[in-house]
């Protein structure tokens, strides 16, 4: 299976990354190829004689030349060239930009409402750990106190005093 790429992923993409599609364009599809060598020419990178090389055996490949090849596919995208469909990337992206503003601003949110739920969780556990600490304390120290032996309650004291101190971490 040979894989794709977007414009997005080819524009945004590294020079030795759009090199490496040439070099290994058996495994991208016909358009992914087209757009790597399209954005080397608008980057205006050195084509050295090897990735030339590469290019005419995709041409031959395809039984076209590269031009051939270009054209056809900006045309298919309603487009004359690759400046243009170039340019159609970054109107796209104007329009998702609000759209990524709109969910970080949500996701802010999201974090912001998680973060006073925890706080909340976090003062609770801190009250009812301190309780269970103290009222099972209190039972330990008053049946020792007594004499007569009675109820040790180190279950209370230490599940009180757990609770207790993970809250305070969380606080």
């Known amino acids: 299976m040979k894989t794709a790429k977007t414009l997005a992923q080819i524009s945004s993409s590294k020079g030795f990354q759009l090199s490496e599609i040439l070099v290994s364009w058996q495994y991208y599809t016909e358009e992914t190829v087209i757009l790597a060598y399209s954005e080397i020419k608008r980057r205006g ?8 090389k590469l290019i005419t055996a995709f041409s031959e490949a395809q039984g076209k030349t ?3 090849l270009e054209t ?12 243009e469909y170039y340019k159609s990337l970054s109107a796209f992206s104007e329009t998702s930009n609000d759209d990524l503003k709109r969910l970080e601003k949500l996701r802010r949110d999201q974090m912001f409402q ?5 706080k909340k969780q976090a ?3 801190v009250l009812y750990g301190g309780l ?12 020792l106190g ?3 032996g009675g109820p040790i309650a180190y279950g209370a004291v230490i599940f009180g005093g757990i609770q207790f101190f993970r809250g305070l971490m969380k606080s």
Do not use: H
Request: charge should be negative; charged fraction near 25%; avoid cysteine.
């Open 45 to 52: 990178i050195q084509i050295n004689e090897e990735i030339e």
């Open 72 to 83: 056809e596919l900006f045309e298919s995208k309603n487009v004359a060239n690759y400046q």
């Open 132 to 143: 269970w600490f103290v009222g099972g304390l209190a039972v330990t120290l008053v049946s």
């Open 123 to 125: 003062n609770k556990d």
């Open 114 to 118: 998680r973060e006073v739920v925890e």
């Open 146 to 148: 007594s004499g007569k």
């Open 66 to 68: 590269i031009s051939q």
